[in-house]
């Protein structure tokens, strides 16, 4: 398995029929559901973008991320869902609060220093 980094901005939406896949090197497949069809690919090494900001978001060989976001207006939180590489098995769904939940919904305009991930963190 590669990294499963990801990119995430204003054009990874899950609107007007689209599902977003990861494949196992990482890259992110967007799939137009209407016609079963991949209609284009980002490749690794991905960035984060919210703002005027790029953040790298870097997963690990054994686990992949999915973030997704409300829609433009909703008080609703981001959602997290991190799956286990080995089987694709859903291991943790996890709804985005506080700051987190302002960065990954770019309601607010955030520095690096205001949220970081912790690289030691393991979901086993």
């Known amino acids: 398995m590669g990294e499963t980094s990801f ?3 204003q054009d990874l939406t899950t609107d007007a029929g689209e ?3 990861m494949s196992t090197n990482g890259d992110v ?3 137009d559901m209407r016609t079963m069809r991949i209609t284009r690919s980002k490749e ?11 953040y790298d978001i870097a997963g690990s060989d054994a686990y992949a991320y999915m ?3 409300p829609t433009s207006g909703s008080k609703d939180d981001a959602k997290i869902f ?3 590489t ?3 098995a859903l291991v943790h769904t996890i709804d985005a609060q506080g700051t987190l939940n302002d960065l990954l919904s770019n309601r607010k305009e955030l520095y690096p220093t205001v949220f ?7 979901w086993d």
Not at 44 to 54: E, I, M, W
Not at 116 to 122: E, F
């Open 19 to 21: 599902m977003i896949a």
């Open 116 to 122: 970081a991930a912790n690289p030691a963190m393991s």
């Open 44 to 54: 690794p090494p991905q960035l984060f973008d919210v703002g005027t900001a790029q």
């Open 7 to 9: 990119f995430y901005g």
């Open 82 to 84: 991190v799956y286990r």
């Open 67 to 69: 973030i997704f976001t």
């Open 86 to 88: 080995s089987d694709w």
């Open 29 to 31: 497949e967007f799939i």
